[in-house]
């Protein structure tokens, strides 16, 4: 959440306490505290505030591109699936470059050979070329294959080569397994704001039942994104 999501939080949550207010003087505007109540928009706030803005693993490097911001991520035992879903976790997506401009950002990032982008091919495709989309499902605009790739290994589409990398070489692309463990890195891109490290006695964690990862905090006391920091209750 970024400051001006904030402040406009802010303004509803002061609009609401001051129609609680008026209501508890007999005036009739309760409209709001019809809808929720005071402490459920605060819970909701807190909730809004703790998810999807924090990276528990610290970028080995970063970048920005227009309103783009980087992160490179070095693998351990990741496939291009673990990557879609880390980078989707911390609030962002895998790395989908849609100019040379964006693609000369992400390779100016790599450290290793190869690196997991976030185009990915659908399945059931009768060609090698065929069907490559972005992660939110839209078809490609831009791309920059190797040249006699993508080719799912042998040239014979059958959905053993369904997602990306980056070669670091020159910034091509390769059409890679999405499954096996392979030792890459992986980029991840955000539009907006990117993920902060947690401070102030704070740990990035997903907390029980959530799917993106946020500023927690121990018991007795809460996350304030203000300061980057842990407050008592
Ligand atoms: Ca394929
Ligand atoms: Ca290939």
Redesign the pocket.
Known sequence: MNNRSIAALSAILLASTASLALGCMGEVDDTIADEMTADEMTAEAEQAIGGGSCTPTDPQRTTTSGPKTYFNFAASDANANDAKAFCAAIGGQLATPMSSAENGAVKSLLVDQRTFLGPR?LSG?AV?SAGWVMPNGVPLSYSAFSSGE?N?SDGI?D????CSAMNQSDGSWD?VSCTNTQGYDWVCEFGGPPPIHCGGGSTCAIPPGGSTYGCQCPAGSRFDPNINACRPN
């Open positions: 091919q495709q090698t993508p799912d589409e959905g053993y080569q369904d059409d």
